[in-house]
């Protein structure tokens, strides 16, 4: 497994505002990914982090909204750009260390 | 994409009975099928996955099972017990570097 840690993890913003999610891992990992669980939702995968190439988002997903960093290959950042009440949701890393994926441990976020 | 369909929504049970969920996915393509439990305000836990090259899959309490012909796996947990009260999602990838595609969840009660 694999110990993952996210910053913050919950924050309350201004619409048209950005927040830059952080997620730390304990172990050099290839695969990250981004989920976003909209409250008393499912998971929906966003992106996924690859280091040293350009994230590839999923259908519904741009990267002028969630722009995504991944420098090395134990961290990554998602922002999410000019906010809405609509974005209001937790957002989880993921990574998959083996053939297995593990969640961090999200960040909700609210935007009034 | 894939498609993944979970049933039921809402499943309440007798404490000591065993429970079932099921989901279908839709493409041909996947090959790895893991079943995570989130209990509320927590992050979801890996709990049991199977591959495309097994039929079934068991540990301790908790089976699952795979028909790739018909493309649909179960979740089946025997002697429920109350802390396995919780929502439980299943999930499809096509492995390898794919993130996953999530039913919509199952809330499993467990009535004492």
């Known amino acids: 497994s694999a110990v993952i840690s996210q910053k913050p993890s919950r924050d309350i913003c201004q619409r048209g505002t950005s927040l830059t999610i952080q997620c730390q891992v304990d172990s050099q990992v290839t695969m990250m990914f981004w989920y976003r669980q909209q409250p008393g939702q499912s998971l929906t995968l966003i992106a996924t982090?690859?280091?040293?190439?350009?994230?590839?988002?999923e259908s519904g997903f741009v990267i002028d909204k969630f722009p995504i960093s991944r420098p090395n290959l134990t961290f990554s950042t998602l922002t999410v750009s000019n906010m809405s009440p609509e974005d209001s949701s937790i957002y989880l890393c993921?990574?998959?260390?083996?053939?297995?994926?593990?969640f961090g441990p999200g960040t909700r976020l609210t935007v009034l | 994409g894939e498609n993944v369909e979970q049933h039921p929504s809402t499943l309440s049970v007798q404490e000591g009975d065993s429970a079932v969920i099921k989901c279908t996915y839709s493409?041909?393509?996947?090959?790895?099928f893991p079943w995570y439990k989130q209990e509320l305000g927590k992050r979801p836990q890996l709990i049991i996955d199977i591959r495309s090259n097994v039929g079934e899959k068991k540990d301790q309490r908790i089976a699952v099972t795979l028909n790739k012909t018909a493309k649909h796996f179960s979740l089946h947990i025997t002697e429920t017990q109350p802390e396995d009260s919780a929502v439980y999602f299943c999930?499809?990838?096509?492995?390898?570097?794919?993130?996953?595609?999530f039913g919509k969840g199952t809330h499993l009660i467990i009535q004492p």
């Open positions: 493409d041909s393509a996947s090959n790895y």
């Open positions: 993921s990574v998959l260390p083996g053939l297995e994926q593990f």
């Open positions: 982090a690859n280091q040293g190439s350009e994230a590839t988002y």
């Open positions: 999930a499809a990838s096509k492995g390898g570097a794919d993130g996953l595609t």
